[in-house]
T-cell receptor, first 116, second 114 residues
């Protein structure tokens, strides 16, 4: 079984500052990794995903994440945040050995609060 | 851009009542999921559905829950006799294929059981 830990429930940051949202996972098999974002009153939107290949993954809105197998981490980063990045961010994992259904196992989420 | 829609956005019901949460997945998608998020907790997988059959369900998805695709567009989650602990945000998701395809999520239905 997989699990995901997002240690930071809330991350306050000033506009144009860099940010890192941390995600660690545990799994006995290979995994696929995802970051989703949820804006107020909206559904979950995929930011980026790691399936295989390059460990540095670039996503939408200037976000990127790096897969680190030895540290079982998939931290999300952005070099300069905007007010509009204020949202809830969810890290998720699915079974990398399964070619059929891909249920997602989510972390508890990190609320990114960007202030002027 | 196609999107997953869910109705209602908020449902209030009394304990013991039946509720049906509705989802309209993206039209060419074939794989469907329900997740829920109790306030302040993780988003949790409930059930996956393909070709009019449940393919996997979690231990949360007990006999009080059922899913159905009554026509070519809707995908519903029914809770037969709601409990207080069923209060949560329920998300529907769909994908066009199996494997690690992007799951497109709806905006959710907030269910409040009183």
């Amino acid at each position: 079984a997989q699990s995901v830990t997002q240690l930071d429930s809330q991350v306050p940051v000033f506009e144009e500052a860099p940010v890192e949202l941390r995600c660690n996972y545990s799994s006995s098999v290979s995994v696929y990794l995802f970051w989703y974002v949820q804006y107020p009153n909206q559904g979950l939107q995929l930011l980026l995903k790691y399936l295989s290949g390059s460990t540095l993954v670039k996503g939408i809105n200037g976000f990127e994440a790096e897969f680190n197998k030895s540290q079982t981490s998939f931290h999300l980063r952005k070099p300069s945040v905007h007010i509009s990045d204020t949202a809830e961010y969810f890290c998720a994992v699915s079974d990398g050995m399964n070619t059929g259904f891909q249920k997602l196992v989510f972390g508890t989420g990190t609320r990114l609060l960007v202030s002027p | 851009e196609p999107e997953v829609t869910q109705t209602p956005s908020h449902q209030v019901t009394q304990m013991g009542q039946e509720v049906i949460l509705r989802c309209v997945p993206i039209s060419n998608h074939l794989y469907f999921y329900w997740y829920r998020q109790i306030l302040g907790q993780k988003v949790e997988f409930l059930v996956s559905f393909y070709n009019n059959e449940i393919s996997e369900k979690s231990e949360i998805f007990d006999d009080q829950f059922s899913v159905e695709r009554p026509d070519g567009s809707n995908f519903t989650l029914k809770i037969r006799s709601t409990k207080l602990e069923d209060s949560a945000m329920y998300f529907c998701a769909s994908t066009s294929r199996g494997g690690p395809g992007e799951q497109y999520f709806g905006p959710g239905t907030r269910l409040t059981v009183t």
